[in-house]
């Protein structure tokens, strides 16, 4: 027992100054939100698709060791990317780019939120741009 609650804190590091806890398989955990480490993986388009791709993904991709499965995975919300944004240095291949969220403008159905990861502007745009992915899933 002493061994397993050793490994637990080796592998799933807190990282105080910014709340997250790294696990050491291709995941970062803030709170109960797990977050894919890899930033860039899933790579930049449109909105339709960013809400579909990460549907997808599951252990063994993008460097997943976590045995999450096809269907754990999803968009975050605009104020999930907050969340991330506040612990952007936790993560690898982090681009200066714009980041989908799941949630559409209430104004406007045609328009989702999105983040910019250099410099935490959050604005809307049209669904048909393409913007970066960034998935997660709700811990366990």
Same mark, same amino acid.
């Given at each position: 027992?002493?061994?397993?609650?050793?490994?637990?804190?080796?592998?799933?590091?807190?990282? /105080?100054?910014?709340?997250?806890?790294?696990?050491?398989?291709?995941?970062?955990?803030? +709170?109960?939100?797990?977050?894919?480490? #890899?930033?860039?993986?899933?790579? !930049?388009? #449109?909105?339709? /698709?960013? =809400?579909?791709?990460?549907?997808?993904?599951?252990?063994?991709?993008?460097? $997943?060791?976590?045995?999450?499965?096809?269907? #754990?995975? &999803?968009?975050?919300?605009?104020?999930?990317? &907050?969340?991330? @944004?506040?612990?952007?240095?936790? !993560?690898?291949?982090?681009?200066?780019?714009?980041?989908?969220?799941?949630?559409?403008?209430? &104004?406007?159905?045609? $328009?989702?939120? =999105?983040?910019?990861?250099?410099?935490? @502007?959050? +604005?809307?745009?049209?669904?048909? !741009? &393409?913007?970066?992915?960034?998935?997660?899933?709700?811990?366990?």
């Amino acid at each position: 027992m002493k061994k397993l609650a050793i490994g637990m804190m080796v592998v799933c590091s807190l990282m /105080a100054l910014s709340g997250a806890a790294w696990c050491g398989d291709g995941t970062v955990k803030l +709170g109960t939100l797990v977050v894919l480490e #890899d930033a860039g993986c899933m790579g !930049f388009m #449109d909105w339709d /698709a960013a =809400m579909a791709r990460p549907n997808g993904l599951g252990h063994g991709q993008c460097g $997943l060791k976590d045995r999450s499965m096809p269907g #754990d995975w &999803r968009l975050p919300t605009i104020e999930e990317l &907050r969340s991330i @944004y506040s612990a952007k240095s936790q !993560f690898k291949n982090v681009q200066p780019l714009a980041y989908w969220s799941s949630t559409t403008w209430e &104004r406007r159905n045609t $328009l989702a939120w =999105m983040m910019d990861m250099e410099n935490g @502007y959050v +604005g809307k745009d049209l669904k048909h !741009f &393409r913007r970066e992915v960034w998935p997660v899933r709700t811990g366990q």
